[in-house]
């Protein structure tokens, strides 16, 4: 988009945060880079170039704004839609890889040379891998400065500076302010954590944002011991490179509130990185919901409640567990039997704010299982068992990062007991594919009859066609039809899920 100069002038004229993320707009006089709704009076068009990136016009000499503080913009819905090279790289690089495993390790998960992967990068977003992984280093040290009092040297180290001068210098480039100015600039007015350790932070999304089915589903569906609502939050385990953390996620007008307990702060990166794609923030709901209201069934669902995300997962492992365990049983019956692999196989951990007990078990730890344990029909025991070994052996991958959809599609398919339903929803959930549909899903079938739509699966997705590529999204909205807990919050913080009949053929996972 940064290329359609009328476009962004007229963005920026009108203040329009929907474009936030998308470009950024670098002022030739000042040396000022900002996002497209920044407060300031905007500089007159000649002064104006306009980049697709933060890394882009950080290596072109420009410092971010003050202001506006175009560093904290969501991230480019761009990278949701697609599983390119280019996609796969922005997401894992968003992930840290790079700062963890190198440009090698990063053109190694995607199957390119890193000559290669520099110049798709550069080609599209005008920055390679290395001055984007420093971007997003300088906003992690970012976060780290002003929501913790962690001493400046284990902040640089933190988040991923090689030494404490590249830090400093790389601190006072890109914000033109010294790491020390930060913190004293953070400090005033702001809200200190209420428990020694948390990292609060607000984690920004495009307006608009309809809260009910994301955190709904996820509250509904939540593993005990590993997931629980709570206080207004939705509250979780996470398994890092470094360690452990514990997040909590509450909807604020605006805003995402995020608290973040970790082990170890190297995690910070990737920590983020996986609750915006749990929560789906860096979604267009302009976008998405302008293509569905095409239809004229659908549009009604979307006028009612606008701005749907797709609940996702942190762990893309864990919820194709999850989704087995699911199949063709209740809810909560498939919460039992998550918690009690969660109990016998999940990493115990201590939560000194709520009842969080455990890590949801990796493969490693699975593939030890008797299935002869399991209180699941023979045939099941054989598809759980059959995934963990793939996942175990890296024979099969559900990284969100870096899978291709299709391939992974492919592989899923070909293990026992794997139909079209779990393999569309792990894709949806799992993978982030925005286009996932499942037209067998028994929710599906009788929001189609209701609405009037087409309600056999050939003819629903020949219908579909036109809510391409956003037909996971229409899957949220179809399945609000039934008045399902998934599609609400609980009424009460400590609300326990209750038993009742999925939407689905099988059970929500």
């Excluded at 399945?479 to 913080?493: A, F, K, Q, S, Y």
Aim: with cysteine; glycine share 8%; proline share 9%.
């Amino acid at each position: 988009m940064h290329t359609d100069t009328e476009r962004c002038v007229r963005a920026v004229r009108s203040k329009d945060a929907r474009f936030d993320g998308w470009f950024f707009t670098a002022v030739l006089t000042t040396r000022i880079y900002c996002r497209p709704s920044c407060p300031v009076v905007p500089p007159k068009v000649e002064n104006m170039t306009f980049y697709p990136s933060a890394a882009a016009c950080q290596q072109a000499g420009f410092r971010a704004c003050k202001r506006c503080r175009p560093d904290t913009s969501p991230g480019s819905p761009e990278w949701n839609a697609r599983a390119d090279s280019v996609a796969r790289a922005m997401r894992l690089i968003q992930d840290g890889v790079v700062d963890r495993e190198g440009v090698p390790g990063l053109a190694a998960r995607l199957g390119y040379s890193a000559r290669q992967i520099e110049r798709q990068l550069l080609a599209e977003l005008g920055a390679g891998p290395l001055a984007l992984a420093r971007a997003q280093r300088a906003q992690t040290a970012r976060v780290l400065i002003e929501t913790t009092a962690l001493p400046m040297a284990e902040v640089a180290f933190a988040a991923g500076f090689s030494s404490i001068r590249t830090f400093n210098e790389t601190v006072r480039e890109v914000f033109a302010l010294a790491p020390g100015e930060l913190r004293t600039r953070a400090e005033r007015g702001a809200e200190p954590a209420s428990t020694p350790g948390v990292i609060a932070l607000r984690l920004p999304y495009r307006a608009p944002l309809n809260p009910s089915n994301l955190f709904g589903h996820l509250a509904a569906t939540a593993v005990p011991g590993v997931e629980e609502w709570r206080d207004g939050a939705y509250r979780r385990t996470l398994a890092l490179p470094h360690g452990h953390g514990i997040v909590a996620l509450s909807p604020r007008p605006g805003h995402i509130a995020c608290r973040l307990q970790l082990t170890d702060p190297r995690d910070l990166t990737l920590a983020i990185s996986r609750c915006r794609r749990l929560l789906d923030l860096d979604a267009d709901p302009v976008a998405v919901d302008g293509q569905l209201r095409t239809d004229p069934l659908l549009a009604p669902l979307v006028d009612a409640g606008p701005g749907r995300r797709v609940p996702r997962t942190v762990d893309g492992a864990e919820f194709a567990v999850r989704a087995v365990l699911g199949q063709q049983v209740s809810t909560a019956a498939a919460r039992t039997h998550a918690a009690r692999l969660v109990t016998a196989y999940g990493k115990p951990v201590e939560d000194s704010e709520g009842g969080l007990t455990h890590l949801f078990p990796t493969p490693e730890a699975l593939a030890g299982l008797d299935p002869e344990a399991l209180a699941l029909p023979r045939s099941r025991r054989a598809t759980l068992t059959t995934l963990v070994g793939a996942l175990a052996d890296r024979s099969l991958r559900l990284d969100a990062a870096d899978t291709d959809w299709d391939e992974a599609r492919a592989a899923l398919s070909a293990l026992p007991g794997f139909g079209p339903w779990t393999v569309e929803v792990i894709a949806m959930r799992a993978l982030g594919d925005p286009d996932a549909f499942c037209p067998t899903d028994l929710g599906i079938r009788r929001a189609a009859e209701h609405l009037g739509l087409p309600s056999t699966p050939a003819a629903l997705t020949a219908r579909a066609a036109g809510w391409r590529p956003w037909r996971a999204y229409a899957v949220q909205y179809l399945w609000t039809v039934d008045g399902h807990p998934i599609n609400r919050l609980p009424e009460r913080p400590e609300a326990r899920p209750s038993a009742v009949t999925p939407t689905c053929e099988r059970s929500t996972p």
